[in-house]
């Protein structure tokens, strides 16, 4: 971690050992809790138009829960027998679960108030077809309720859907149609967010870019720092909303009786985990030793202020503006704007440890789902807490976050 920097003395050594046990209590307390997810997706549909993002959605949705540490179970474009086989798996793997997780999208439909998933192979000639070619909702939360405490349910199921039409006019099966009933959230439940992607009986946009707008704005907030999973929904209810032009509005039943945070981080914290090894490069001089404590402050603040030494400096102190050039002192961003910036193609791997074929040569924007107001919120946690831009991997490296940090304090202007 680049503590062979710093002067060595009987005080310091106290001083990191403080800070490893932090960092070890810190991963103890993440990995107490046991998170597992069930994630499905179909879009290529044999007796239907094939759908252009559910998979995608799908995907990109099983990374981002692998990343908030879940044990994913996932399956895409699933005949019936395969969808079976996989929930079977999940079933056996989520009980006992802290927070059980099911995110599925694809075709939907409701029949009389009840909802139903459709495999790729489901053709619905008649009513028979939904036991034999359909996945009921209910059983699906049937088998993540087992001796779990809590319960989170995203449906991006609400598409137009041909099939309904087919059960409704051609087999005459009565109250069968898409969108998908509003799912009642029974006694016992009182651990359960249920949350589509439209209001109940409406039908959802698949969406024209690279994920339908429920699923683009649900990769945006789920797992932002210390944000709740119901105020991650409040913001992802009214990106929905915007991007649609209120045509589309997410719609939540929620029965928490305690806070949900899928990404919790103590901000006052002395620990670096992640791109802190690159910092004795981008730190250069400005890093210095540190003298023993004669006064005997506080351990946990001498750690804190051992890491500000770490805390590598930007070129030039002139205010940062959203358009205007930055002098980072990184000759590889050196003269670019934020704005650029975050359109261009990332340096450094997102996360840790993923694979070069996934994000070498990626746009930022296509990544992260970066724009100027989510990026301020984001920067406000820099500038609030100094030491937190040495925290976790940036794909543009720590001297974009310093500047992010100096870009709020200005009013992210």
């Known amino acids: 971690m680049g503590f062979d920097r710093i002067g060595h003395c009987g005080g310091l050594v106290g001083a990191?050992?403080?800070?490893?046990?932090?960092?070890?209590?810190?991963?103890?307390?993440?990995?107490?809790?046991?998170?597992?997810?069930?994630?499905?997706?179909?879009?290529?549909?044999?007796?239907?138009?094939a759908l252009t993002n559910p998979v995608r959605?799908?995907?990109?949705?099983?990374?981002?829960?692998e990343n908030l540490d879940f044990e994913v179970v996932s399956g895409f474009d699933l005949t019936k027998l395969q969808t079976q086989t996989t929930i079977a798996?999940?079933?056996?793997?989520?009980?006992?679960?802290?927070?059980?997780?099911?995110?599925?999208?694809?075709?939907?439909?409701?029949?009389?108030?009840?909802?139903?998933?459709?495999?790729?192979?489901?053709?619905?000639?008649?009513?028979?077809?939904?036991?034999?070619?359909?996945?009921?909702?209910?059983?699906?939360?049937?088998?993540?309720?087992?001796?779990?405490s809590?319960?989170?349910?995203?449906?991006?199921?609400?598409?137009?859907?041909?099939?309904?039409?087919?059960?409704?006019?051609?087999?005459?099966?009565?109250?069968?149609?898409?969108?998908?009933?509003?799912i009642p959230i029974e006694n016992g439940g009182a651990g359960t967010l249920v949350a589509f992607a439209t209001s109940p009986n409406q039908v959802a946009f698949d969406g024209s870019g690279q994920h339908s707008p429920f699923a683009s704005a649900l990769l945006a907030h789920m797992g932002e720092t210390n944000v709740s999973i119901t105020e991650a929904m409040n913001r992802v209810t009214a990106d929905v909303f915007k991007v649609t032009a209120g045509k589309q509005r997410p719609w939540s039943n929620v029965s928490l009786t305690t806070e949900v945070v899928l990404h919790k981080i103590d901000l006052n914290a002395p620990l670096i985990v992640g791109e802190a090894t690159t910092q004795k490069s981008e730190a250069g001089s400005d890093g210095r030793n540190v003298a023993a404590n004669p006064s005997g402050a506080d351990d946990a603040q001498l750690s804190l202020d051992m890491l500000r030494q770490k805390i590598p400096r930007l070129?030039?102190?002139e205010p940062i503006f959203f358009?205007?050039?930055?002098?980072?002192?990184?000759?590889?961003?050196?003269?670019?704007?934020?704005?650029?910036?975050?359109?261009?193609?990332p340096r450094f791997s997102p996360v840790e440890g993923l694979d070069k074929s996934v994000w070498e040569g990626k746009h930022c924007?296509?990544?992260?789902?970066?724009?100027?107001?989510?990026?301020?919120?984001?920067?406000k946690n820099f500038a609030a807490n100094d030491?937190?831009?040495?925290?976790?991997?940036h794909p543009l490296g720590t001297r974009f976050k310093v500047a992010l940090a100096k870009w709020a304090q200005g009013g992210c202007k």
């Open 323 to 345: 358009d205007d050039p930055v002098d980072f002192g990184d000759p590889e961003i050196d003269g670019k704007s934020i704005a650029e910036l975050i359109k261009g193609k």
């Open 89 to 148: 798996q999940f079933a056996k793997q989520v009980r006992g679960a802290d927070i059980a997780l099911f995110f599925y999208a694809g075709h939907g439909l409701q029949v009389s108030g009840s909802n139903y998933l459709l495999p790729v192979d489901a053709a619905l000639e008649d009513e028979t077809s939904l036991d034999f070619e359909a996945v009921p909702v209910d059983f699906v939360l049937r088998q993540m309720s087992r001796e779990t």
């Open 16 to 49: 990191i050992a403080l800070v490893a046990l932090a960092l070890l209590l810190t991963l103890s307390a993440a990995s107490a809790e046991r998170r597992v997810a069930l994630v499905l997706g179909n879009s290529q549909y044999e007796h239907a138009p």
């Open 57 to 65: 959605d799908a995907h990109a949705m099983a990374e981002r829960l």
């Open 387 to 393: 030491v937190s831009v040495l925290r976790l991997q």
């Open 315 to 317: 070129a030039s102190d």
């Open 150 to 182: 809590i319960r989170l349910i995203f449906l991006d199921a609400c598409r137009d859907n041909p099939l309904a039409e087919v059960l409704a006019k051609t087999a005459g099966v009565k109250g069968a149609r898409s969108g998908l009933a509003e």
């Open 365 to 379: 924007d296509g990544c992260h789902e970066w724009n100027e107001a989510r990026l301020c919120e984001q920067s």
